[in-house]
Nanobody, 121 residues
Framework: QVQLVESGGGLVQAGGSLRLSCAAS????????MGWFRQAPGKERDFVAT???????TYAISVKGRFTISRDNAKNTVYLQMNSLKSEDAAVYYC???????????????WGQGTQVTVSS
């Protein structure tokens, strides 16, 4: 069992930056692929970025070059650095853990409660 707790969301002006954190419980954190997904009101939950156990990363086209996912296995934490934020980045951001290296949300076994990101124009 893995429990995930996100933090770092908030209100930011367009063009600004935020760093989200996701703290995970469990001794096998390093074995999981960690992902960030987001869901805007009335929309599907979409893939944002993943990082697998060897540090390989994958990004959605919409965030590539602006967002950076990283992990610190010693701290059981995954991060999402978000720069040059746009109004369309506003959403609830969810951290998730998967035993597979995947971008598909239905392959993720554990989810956090989400953290709200609001971008003002």
């Amino acid at each position: 069992q893995v429990q995930l707790v996100e933090s770092g969301g908030g209100l930011v002006q367009a063009g600004g930056s935020l760093r989200l954190s996701c703290a995970a419980s469990g001794r096998t954190f390093s074995m999981y692929t960690m992902g960030w997904f987001r869901q805007a009101p009335g929309k599907e939950r979409d893939f944002v970025a993943t990082i697998n156990w060897s540090g390989d990363t994958t990004y959605a086209i919409s965030v590539k070059g602006r967002f950076t996912i990283s992990r610190d296995n010693a701290k059981n934490t995954v991060y999402l650095q978000m720069n040059s934020l746009k109004s369309e980045d506003a959403a609830v951001y969810y951290c998730a853990a998967s035993r597979r290296s995947s971008v598909l949300k239905n392959t993720y076994d554990y989810w956090g409660q989400g953290t709200q990101v609001t971008v003002s124009s």
